[in-house]
């Protein structure tokens, strides 16, 4: 169903989940936040990964490079390929940009921004197109329409939880889970998976051959790796798990919780399960 054109409108920058990052310059309009969440390494293989802020009325320059996966995590924006209509992405949308196609993203004139972008940052062009502004009369004139299909949902969480809650052994009580993107993707990345758990609800120790990432997106979590203290995670938190390394995550007592998960080195798919931590354990875990 189109939303309508004041769905999803942040006017300020503390009504968005995401820490604000640093402000940035460079090939952007207006104002600009960055924060590095990803770097692709020997250990994950997982595509360099940042999220960025926009301010109403900012955007990128006209640009290329390979391809990527844009997750809305607030408020309303625009992503413009070049020679195509502009497309309204809102909170818990996905979008896929294809290597070497010239686009730009940024915020609508009216609200706040902003985006996860997930890239394959080892591609390199045949051409090297220029990087160039998107003009006030472009931005001011913009032929748009929302971007389909549309994943962004009248809900508590970012991201589309699934309709239904999930229960499993190695959970200790309901949770949910969708996928937001295969791994067919213009990224390279593996498949992502988005996790709701309810309040109070955490799962196994497991092992995960390929090891695992994390990131956080709603609510208050934990992630522990053994033998490692705890580590609480908000919204903008990452959490690794090294390849063959043992862990478990899942919601403070009192809040929901909601990540994406990446199975890094998907080639790897062993997982190995094991007990839960103890009532008492999980009672004494570190304040949220």
Known sequence: MEQSPEAGVVSSEEDLTFPLGTAVSGNFTGN?????MIQNDDTYHFPQTNHLTFAPGARSYWHSHGGMILLGTGGVGYYQEEGKPAQIIREGDVVECPEGVRHWHGAAPDSWFSQIVIYDAEYTPEHNLSEDPVTD???DNLEVASYTPQNSQDSEFM??????PLSSDTFSGPYYLTSLIGSDNVAGSPELHYVVFEPGTINNWHTHEGGQILIATDGVGYHQIEGEPVQVLHPGDVAYCPPGETHWHGASADN???HISANTNPELTGLTWYDRISE???QNLPAS
């Open 159 to 164: 991201f589309h939880q699934g309709e239904n």
């Open 280 to 282: 008492e354990e999980y």
């Open 137 to 139: 009369e472009h931005y």
């Open 256 to 258: 929901g919780f909601a």
């Open 32 to 36: 600009v936040y960055f924060a590095a």
